[in-house]
């Protein structure tokens, strides 16, 4: 099985050897041929999201040629992933377009998505000793649609601990251009999602959306707390290494 990675803005900048080489690991790793276009950019999201929706048609129309022959695609990024099912709506005076972008979406994956979905797998052999919580990211559960596969994953990493988060749905305050708008607001939300992480007494912050991780690790980070801050694909990558 060939798949096309698409690693994302951030995943390339700020998290590339962590995020982007367990990523491709545990694909090969599963049985799969993994290839990086090169010409890839940003998915266009946060132009979108800001209402720039003639400029995100540019990017849109480059992000679809340049994945066109991919077998599949496949991102740890629930909120970029989902960015590449939006493209449909941004061709909606366009039909061509918007076949192509049809074509996109229906072999786009998120990561875990992929793994539980179309590859059919629940256990990936993965180990980790630690106390450890999970946040949902809003764009991968409530557009993109994934909730169960995360978890599924989680559950056969041997010698994890897991303890719910409470208030799990509600936003860690990030939303791309949201927490440069709305400071005030984006910081009393993520202090908040701090709160209630502390209330596990986990000791990792698990995500699937390196944004949120971002968001989320910076106030930690501010706040001088311990909790560590880990990429989903950094665990199920993991064999035996402690929190």
């Known amino acids: 099985?060939?798949?096309?990675?698409?690693?994302?803005?951030?995943?390339?900048?700020?998290?590339?050897?962590?995020?982007?080489?367990?990523?491709?690991?545990?694909?090969?790793?599963?049985?799969?041929?993994?290839?990086?276009?090169?010409?890839?950019?940003?998915?266009?999201?946060?132009?979108?999201?800001?209402?720039?929706?003639?400029?995100?048609?540019?990017?849109?129309?480059?992000?679809?040629?340049?994945?066109?022959?991919?077998?599949?695609?496949?991102?740890?990024?629930?909120?970029?992933?989902?960015?590449?099912h939006e493209y449909e709506k941004l061709f909606e005076d366009d039909l061509e377009w918007q076949v192509k972008a049809k074509e996109l979406a229906k072999k786009s994956y998120e990561l875990t998505q992929f793994i539980v979905d179309v590859l059919k797998i629940e256990d990936v052999g993965a180990e980790f000793n630690g106390n450890v919580t999970y946040h949902t990211s809003c764009h991968m559960t409530r557009l993109l649609g994934v909730k169960e596969a995360p978890m599924k994953l989680l559950e056969n990493v041997k010698g994890l601990k897991f303890t719910e988060l409470p208030f799990k749905q509600q936003c860690c305050g990030f939303g791309g251009t949201f927490s440069?708008?709305?400071?005030?607001?984006?910081?009393?939300?993520?202090?908040?999602?701090?709160?209630?992480?502390?209330?596990?007494?986990?000791?990792?912050?698990?995500?699937?959306?390196?944004?949120?991780?971002?968001?989320?690790?910076?106030?930690?980070?501010?706040?001088?707390?311990?909790?560590?801050?880990?990429?989903?694909?950094?665990?199920?990558?993991?064999r035996g290494e402690a929190g």
């Open 1 to 84: 099985m060939k798949v096309s990675l698409f690693l994302t803005c951030l995943a390339d900048v700020v998290y590339p050897a962590s995020v982007g080489r367990s990523t491709v690991e545990i694909l090969e790793r599963l049985g799969c041929e993994v290839d990086f276009p090169k010409k890839q950019t940003c998915c266009g999201q946060p132009a979108f999201n800001s209402g720039f929706h003639k400029e995100s048609r540019e990017v849109a129309k480059h992000m679809i040629k340049t994945f066109e022959s991919a077998e599949y695609v496949v991102s740890p990024s629930g909120s970029c992933t989902s960015m590449l």
């Open 180 to 238: 440069v708008k709305m400071v005030p607001i984006s910081e009393q939300m993520v202090n908040e999602k701090v709160h209630h992480i502390e209330e596990t007494e986990a000791e990792v912050l698990i995500g699937a959306d390196l944004g949120c991780l971002m968001n989320i690790g910076g106030r930690i980070d501010r706040q001088g707390k311990s909790v560590k801050v880990m990429h989903i694909a950094e665990i199920l990558n993991s």
